[in-house]
């Protein structure tokens, strides 16, 4: 009978598993974030009290065989757990809530995503709500003060002025030391389309980039994170991540619009023709040169060079999908005139981001980015015809009209207002950039994806120039266009068992680009009626320039996790670039990394105080691929140098190097990542150690060889330092919030090696940047080199000079320059506050630099005391010595050294440590209750915004700005400035709808 009944009893159990679990089906679907909708990858989807489950992959989505009365446990560290029955459920879709936000952010890294808490990586990231409502004209502005060790510098206050940007320092000393910038998974070309005008360094790459379209941006940093990218890497690479649109949801329609003034923050002081016919009889009295009668006239050309320059701009986007389509499409038209006369812009941008389901298999999508900029601009700053540098040089009697109202010419400092009304200065750059990609889900968990990407750039520069500044006339038009396509395949694999979480990538990629320019120039027209080029009479300059460059790369990235603690992560490249010579063409770039969650330990687990801790360590390379398309080869050239006796010839310009090969940096970096204190504060730290070798310098050849140089893999340097990065939720409680954030960079470069480089007198080896600076063994990449000026002797009324060893001499020498600091910051950060009660809140966000210098070079200029030289003075020389015991700014005017005193030294160099205001926001959101009686708006806000409304700087600074660095991204000369134009003020108000 018990025989009968146990036999009975495991029959009922045996059917028991057969309804549980003999009945299983394919469970689909997609984990996303309540906070916005995004897709949640790496999420653990289990079978509860089994060892059955799968992870989500990039999408979010996920597949997996369960019985009905089976449940399904979806999990991730930093978000909240989630049961679901299975029931007869064949699609389960969960949104799942932060826990903690920071665990639970998503940062976007090399062709992915991972999750903040599981990555080893070392990213910064600038997300929408710190770019939301910034009226700025390109991306680099909205990283200036927000990301720990990234130095972002305006070169100029110029309307589409390049900008200096520094990722834990610069990787090179003659090759190029901008990041790269990656678009929506498309890295792009980065050359400057411009003859020169508008600024010395050559206009924004970005600038056809709508910053109202970027939903984040993430700045790679280590290793672990650049490597991926291989030889483009050293640099940094910066990865902007545009709108998407969301699935399952209503189409949201924003229009955004704004309206701005700006002014310049501080001009230089000049005389007036009273102050100068004054100075200029003092200075002839005390040197015994015969008197000079000048003109009395007045005109004030630093006030009519500048205006209140004004900014507008209207944006509308809509964004929304449905469970298989989602979209965003946006378009803005923005106009800007700057604080200089001849200084505007007008930018016309459209973007489409679609991606369709086409099947359960088969993903669609694009991409797509089309500009168009049109500016007028004005001469670089570095010429007597740039507006501002004319002012401060004009003599103050000269006026710009003569006695009929006509325009005249000035000379060699030129009549700017004239230039301005009467020539043509324009550049129209055109862009197009996207890529279309397909994904095809495989299997479960494998995931393939070919997308194929382009960017198109064209810059078309005209000038004309009337008779009355150049003899007959003269004009130009210069073509150029940069065009690139690239194809990337990549494989992608996502699973989980036990405790294990494992992700792959493999991936090859091909891209290639073409340069190509055409320009045509001539003189002599017979009317100033004519505006074209092809109108001239002489022909005097046609150009024809093409190049072009392939990158063939093979790449993988591999991630290994062990309950949730434990962290791995290797990545590899393999790069072939068309740059370099045949015998290092290709090159193999890697790192690896770790991370322990210690705060998943068991010694962690019930203590309250901490809430995340992880350490990470990582060691890789990354590549600079930055010089010439054809600096490996051996080059001839045609043309009027290479004739021989009337005849056409070829020279030789150009030695080959087949073992010409990339710029290696190589990198360590150690982290902490932490929350703490009932998830207040987040703080992280990072330290790092970035050895760069094998940069290119020009090693010298004999003078038989007829070459002077040539470039060799010599040089070594490098960069180490600390990061810092803190938030705090200070209140958060219902209507009221408040948060702060700091962000902070100890930067310390030095050149290691510089073989077969030039000696100074003292042995020092160096490569020289300019006249100011210059790389040393020993010191850093910019370091300034000059005869220390030591002041005027109060007794004698000298300038005084520092000989070598220190001595006061009133002889100026440039034998007795010495090295007077760097022109690197030592710290560069930033800080923020964020308030906001019900439908008010402010925010304000600083950003400064410490312990560095720079050099106002056109102090020079402004500051020689002889009249005679043509140009105007500042007021500051009206600081004379008159008699004994005078503390003065300038030497007596009878005094030897008088002529002297503004030969470059320490005098024209300047403390740049500066803390400036970087924006002020207020705003108020209109309660929502209000807007739904209108039926007519979703949201309604208003807001109020000021840029560069305040600064912090030396008391003893003298110059127009501290924050400058006018030869842009150049490596060899940092902070230094001839007339760059100052950053400007700017007072904007806005309104945002919702419909």
């Given at each position: 009978?018990?025989?009968?009944?146990?036999?009975?009893?495991?029959?009922?159990?045996?059917?028991?598993?057969?309804?549980?679990?003999?009945?299983?089906?394919?469970?689909?679907?997609?984990?996303?974030?309540?906070?916005?909708?995004?897709?949640?990858?790496?999420?653990?989807?289990?079978?509860?009290?089994?060892?059955?489950?799968?992870?989500?992959?990039?999408?979010?989505?996920?597949?997996?065989?369960?019985?009905?009365?089976?449940?399904?446990?979806?999990?991730?560290?930093?978000?909240?757990?989630?049961?679901?029955?299975?029931?007869?459920?064949?699609?389960?879709?969960?949104?799942?809530?932060?826990?903690?936000?920071?665990?639970?952010?998503?940062?976007?890294?090399?062709?992915?995503?991972?999750?903040?808490?599981?990555?080893?990586?070392?990213?910064?990231?600038?997300?929408?709500?710190?770019?939301?409502?910034?009226?700025?004209?390109?991306?680099?502005?909205?990283?200036?003060?927000?990301?720990?060790?990234?130095?972002?510098?305006?070169?100029?206050?110029?309307?589409?002025?390049?900008?200096?940007?520094?990722?834990?320092?610069?990787?090179?000393?003659?090759?190029?030391?901008?990041?790269?910038?990656?678009?929506?998974?498309?890295?792009?070309?980065?050359?400057?389309?411009?003859?020169?005008?508008?600024?010395?360094?050559?206009?924004?790459?970005?600038?056809?980039?709508?910053?109202?379209?970027?939903?984040?941006?993430?700045?790679?940093?280590?290793?672990?994170?650049?490597?991926?990218?291989?030889?483009?890497?050293?640099?940094?690479?910066?990865?902007?991540?545009?709108?998407?649109?969301?699935?399952?949801?209503?189409?949201?329609?924003?229009?955004?619009?704004?309206?701005?003034?700006?002014?310049?923050?501080?001009?230089?002081?000049?005389?007036?023709?009273?102050?100068?016919?004054?100075?200029?009889?003092?200075?002839?009295?005390?040197?015994?040169?015969?008197?000079?009668?000048?003109?009395?006239?007045?005109?004030?050309?630093?006030?009519?060079?500048?205006?209140?320059?004004?900014?507008?701009?209207?944006?509308?986007?809509?964004?929304?999908?449905?469970?298989?389509?989602?979209?965003?499409?946006?378009?803005?038209?923005?106009?800007?005139?700057?604080?200089?006369?001849?200084?505007d812009l007008r930018r016309l941008a459209g973007r489409l981001n679609l991606e369709h389901k086409a099947t359960k298999y088969l993903t669609l999508g694009t991409n797509l980015s089309l500009s168009n900029v049109d500016m007028d601009r004005i001469g670089a700053e570095n010429s007597t015809f740039a507006p501002l540098t004319s002012s401060y040089l004009m003599l103050p009697y000269v006026l710009p009209r003569d006695a009929a109202g006509n325009f005249v010419n000035t000379g060699f400092v030129q009549n700017v207002l004239g230039i301005e009304a009467l020539n043509t200065n324009r550049f129209v750059s055109k862009r197009t950039t996207g890529n279309i990609y397909a994904d095809f889900k495989i299997i479960k968990n494998l995931t393939f994806r070919t997308d194929f990407g382009m960017d198109y750039n064209s810059g078309d520069s005209k000038q004309r120039q009337v008779d009355l500044f150049t003899p007959t006339g003269s004009a130009s038009r210069d073509f150029q266009y940069d065009s690139k396509w690239l194809s990337t395949n990549t494989l992608k694999y996502n699973t989980g068992f036990g405790k294990s979480t494992i992700s792959a990538l493999a991936g090859y990629s091909y891209e290639t680009a073409l340069f190509d320019r055409?320009?045509?120039?001539?003189?002599?027209?017979?009317?100033?009626?004519?505006?074209?080029?092809?109108?001239?009479?002489?022909?005097?300059?046609?150009?024809?320039?093409?190049?072009?460059?392939?990158?063939?790369?093979?790449?993988?990235?591999?991630?290994?996790?062990?309950?949730?603690?434990?962290?791995?992560?290797?990545?590899?490249?393999?790069?072939?670039?068309?740059?370099?010579?045949?015998?290092?063409?290709?090159?193999?770039?890697?790192?690896?990394?770790?991370?322990?969650?210690?705060?998943?330990?068991?010694?962690?687990?019930?203590?309250?105080?901490?809430?995340?801790?992880?350490?990470?360590?990582?060691?890789?390379?990354?590549?600079?691929?930055?010089?010439?398309?054809?600096?490996?080869?051996?080059?001839?050239?045609?043309?009027?140098?290479?004739?021989?006796?009337?005849?056409?010839?070829?020279?030789?310009?150009?030695?080959?190097?087949?073992?010409?090969?990339?710029?290696?940096?190589?990198?360590?970096?150690?982290?902490?990542?932490?929350?703490?204190?009932?998830?207040?504060?987040?703080?992280?730290?990072?330290?790092?150690?970035?050895?760069?070798?094998?940069?290119?310098?020009?090693?010298?050849?004999?003078?038989?060889?007829?070459?002077?140089?040539?470039?060799?893999?010599?040089?070594?340097?490098?960069?180490?330092?600390?990061?810092?990065?803190?938030?705090?939720?200070?209140?958060?409680?219902?209507?009221?919030?408040?948060?702060?954030?700091?962000?902070?960079?100890?930067?310390?470069?030095?050149?290691?090696?510089?073989?077969?480089?030039?000696?100074?007198?003292?042995?020092?080896?160096?490569?020289?940047?300019?006249?100011?600076?210059?790389?040393?063994?020993?010191?850093?990449?910019?370091?300034?080199?000059?005869?220390?000026?030591?002041?005027?002797?109060?007794?004698?009324?000298?300038?005084?000079?520092?000989?070598?060893?220190?001595?006061?001499?009133?002889?100026?020498?440039?034998?007795?320059?010495?090295?007077?600091?760097?022109?690197?910051?030592?710290?560069?950060?930033?800080?923020?506050?964020?308030?906001?009660?019900?439908?008010?809140?402010?925010?304000?966000?600083?950003?400064?630099?410490?312990?560095?210098?720079?050099?106002?070079?056109?102090?020079?200029?402004?500051?020689?005391?002889?009249?005679?030289?043509?140009?105007?003075?500042?007021?500051?020389?009206?600081?004379?010595?008159?008699?004994?015991?005078?503390?003065?700014?300038?030497?007596?005017?009878?005094?030897?050294?008088?002529?002297?005193?503004?030969?470059?030294?320490?005098?024209?160099?300047?403390?740049?440590?500066?803390?400036?205001?970087?924006?002020?926001?207020?705003?108020?959101?209109?309660?929502?209750?209000?807007?739904?009686?209108?039926?007519?708006?979703?949201?309604?806000?208003?807001?109020?915004?000021?840029?560069?409304?305040?600064?912090?700087?030396?008391?003893?600074?003298?110059?127009?700005?501290?924050?400058?660095?006018?030869?842009?991204?150049?490596?060899?000369?940092?902070?230094?400035?001839?007339?760059?134009?100052?950053?400007?003020?700017?007072?904007?108000?806005?309104?945002?709808?919702?419909?």
């Amino acid at each position: 009978m018990m025989k009968t009944l146990r036999l009975l009893m495991g029959l009922v159990f045996l059917v028991g598993l057969q309804t549980s679990y003999g009945q299983l089906m394919k469970v689909t679907g997609k984990v996303t974030s309540t906070e916005d909708g995004s897709a949640l990858p790496g999420v653990t989807v289990q079978i509860k009290s089994t060892n059955r489950g799968t992870q989500t992959d990039v999408n979010g989505a996920f597949s997996i065989e369960a019985g009905p009365k089976e449940i399904l446990s979806f999990s991730f560290i930093g978000l909240q757990p989630v049961e679901v029955t299975v029931g007869n459920q064949t699609v389960i879709n969960v949104n799942m809530a932060s826990s903690d936000k920071f665990l639970n952010e998503i940062v976007v890294v090399g062709y992915g995503q991972q999750s903040k808490k599981m990555s080893t990586q070392t990213i910064s990231t600038i997300g929408s709500k710190s770019i939301a409502n910034r009226p700025v004209l390109a991306p680099q502005d909205l990283l200036q003060g927000q990301a720990a060790g990234v130095q972002m510098v305006g070169s100029s206050g110029l309307l589409g002025a390049n900008p200096v940007i520094r990722i834990r320092g610069a990787a090179s000393i003659t090759g190029g030391g901008q990041p790269l910038f990656v678009v929506d998974g498309v890295p792009l070309n980065d050359g400057t389309l411009s003859a020169g005008q508008g600024a010395p360094v050559g206009l924004n790459p970005l600038l056809n980039i709508n910053p109202q379209d970027i939903e984040s941006m993430s700045v790679l940093k280590d290793a672990a994170a650049v490597s991926i990218y291989g030889s483009r890497g050293a640099n940094g690479v910066i990865l902007i991540n545009t709108k998407k649109g969301t699935s399952d949801r209503k189409t949201e329609i924003n229009l955004d619009t704004y309206t701005g003034f700006s002014n310049a923050t501080n001009l230089i002081p000049m005389m007036n023709t009273e102050q100068f016919n004054t100075y200029s009889a003092d200075y002839r009295k005390a040197r015994n040169l015969a008197a000079v009668t000048n003109p009395t006239d007045y005109f004030d050309w630093p006030t009519n060079v500048v205006q209140q320059g004004r900014t507008n701009n209207v944006s509308l986007s809509a964004r929304g999908g449905s469970q298989n389509t989602t979209f965003f499409i946006g378009g803005t038209y923005a106009t800007e005139s700057g604080f200089t006369i001849g200084n505007d812009l007008r930018r016309l941008a459209g973007r489409l981001n679609l991606e369709h389901k086409a099947t359960k298999y088969l993903t669609l999508g694009t991409n797509l980015s089309l500009s168009n900029v049109d500016m007028d601009r004005i001469g670089a700053e570095n010429s007597t015809f740039a507006p501002l540098t004319s002012s401060y040089l004009m003599l103050p009697y000269v006026l710009p009209r003569d006695a009929a109202g006509n325009f005249v010419n000035t000379g060699f400092v030129q009549n700017v207002l004239g230039i301005e009304a009467l020539n043509t200065n324009r550049f129209v750059s055109k862009r197009t950039t996207g890529n279309i990609y397909a994904d095809f889900k495989i299997i479960k968990n494998l995931t393939f994806r070919t997308d194929f990407g382009m960017d198109y750039n064209s810059g078309d520069s005209k000038q004309r120039q009337v008779d009355l500044f150049t003899p007959t006339g003269s004009a130009s038009r210069d073509f150029q266009y940069d065009s690139k396509w690239l194809s990337t395949n990549t494989l992608k694999y996502n699973t989980g068992f036990g405790k294990s979480t494992i992700s792959a990538l493999a991936g090859y990629s091909y891209e290639t680009a073409l340069f190509d320019r055409i320009l045509v120039a001539g003189t002599g027209f017979a009317s100033d009626g004519l505006p074209n080029v092809v109108s001239a009479a002489t022909p005097t300059s046609t150009v024809e320039e093409r190049s072009e460059w392939a990158l063939e790369s093979q790449f993988g990235r591999f991630n290994y996790g062990f309950d949730n603690k434990y962290l791995f992560e290797a990545s590899v490249r393999r790069d072939g670039s068309s740059r370099f010579g045949a015998d290092n063409r290709y090159a193999l770039f890697y790192a690896v990394s770790g991370g322990w969650v210690v705060s998943e330990e068991k010694f962690l687990k019930n203590q309250k105080f901490i809430n995340f801790l992880k350490l990470t360590a990582s060691y890789g390379t990354a590549g600079n691929d930055r010089i010439g398309n054809f600096s490996s080869l051996d080059l001839y050239g045609g043309g009027v140098l290479s004739d021989y006796a009337g005849s056409p010839g070829l020279r030789p310009t150009q030695v080959p190097n087949r073992s010409l090969t990339w710029e290696e940096t190589a990198q360590l970096d150690l982290g902490i990542n932490t929350t703490f204190y009932k998830n207040m504060f987040t703080l992280s730290v990072n330290y790092f150690d970035k050895i760069t070798s094998g940069i290119l310098l020009d090693v010298p050849f004999p003078f038989t060889t007829g070459f002077a140089s040539a470039s060799r893999n010599i040089g070594k340097m490098q960069n180490k330092g600390v990061e810092v990065d803190l938030n705090v939720n200070i209140i958060n409680k219902g209507d009221l919030t408040w948060s702060f954030g700091l962000n902070s960079a100890y930067l310390k470069n030095e050149v290691l090696e510089l073989p077969d480089a030039s000696v100074d007198a003292d042995g020092n080896r160096f490569v020289a940047g300019s006249g100011a600076q210059r790389a040393v063994v020993g010191r850093t990449l910019n370091e300034f080199f000059l005869v220390k000026g030591l002041g005027v002797n109060p007794a004698t009324g000298n300038y005084e000079w520092a000989s070598k060893d220190g001595t006061p001499t009133t002889t100026y020498s440039a034998n007795n320059r010495v090295f007077t600091g760097s022109a690197i910051p030592k710290w560069t950060g930033g800080f923020n506050t964020n308030v906001a009660y019900k439908g008010i809140d402010f925010s304000a966000q600083f950003s400064y630099t410490y312990g560095n210098k720079v050099l106002i070079d056109g102090l020079r200029f402004t500051e020689n005391m002889n009249p005679a030289a043509g140009f105007n003075k500042s007021t500051t020389l009206l600081d004379y010595w008159k008699q004994a015991g005078d503390v003065a700014f300038a030497p007596s005017l009878a005094s030897t050294t008088a002529p002297l005193f503004n030969q470059l030294s320490t005098l024209q160099l300047q403390n740049g440590s500066f803390l400036r205001l970087r924006n002020a926001s207020l705003g108020y959101t209109i309660p929502a209750k209000l807007v739904e009686k209108a039926k007519a708006f979703r949201s309604v806000r208003l807001y109020a915004l000021g840029q560069n409304l305040w600064l912090l700087k030396d008391k003893n600074f003298r110059g127009p700005d501290p924050e400058v660095s006018a030869n842009g991204p150049n490596n060899q000369i940092l902070g230094e400035s001839f007339f760059a134009l100052p950053q400007a003020r700017t007072v904007t108000f806005g309104l945002n709808l919702g419909f």
